[in-house]
């Protein structure tokens, strides 16, 4: 089984690694995109992203670096 240092969400570096809260992601933030894609709105029990609210957000993921 490999670990995953990046986050599979924005490819950002894992800080925290394994240990981290958010693991395999960097952030909650990236928590929640991963599980809205994987929703794809069939249980959107959460506020609901729409695929430009996600891109946007990636951007500033980047835009942090
Ligand atoms: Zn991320």
Same mark, same amino acid.
């Given at each position: 089984?490999?670990?995953?240092?990046?986050?599979?969400? *924005?490819?950002?570096?894992? &800080?925290?690694?394994?240990?981290?809260?958010?693991?395999?992601? *960097?952030?909650?933030? *990236?928590?929640?995109? @991963?599980?809205?894609?994987?929703? @794809?709105?069939?249980?959107?029990?959460?506020?609901?992203?729409?695929? &430009? @609210?996600?891109? &946007?957000?990636?951007?500033? &993921?980047?835009?942090?670096?």
């Amino acid at each position: 089984m490999i670990r995953r240092q990046t986050c599979p969400v *924005c490819r950002k570096k894992l &800080e925290g690694g394994a240990e981290s809260e958010t693991f395999p992601f *960097c952030s909650e933030r *990236c928590r929640r995109i @991963d599980y809205f894609r994987w929703s @794809d709105g069939k249980y959107a029990i959460v506020d609901p992203l729409s695929p &430009e @609210d996600l891109s &946007e957000i990636d951007e500033s &993921e980047f835009d942090r670096e």
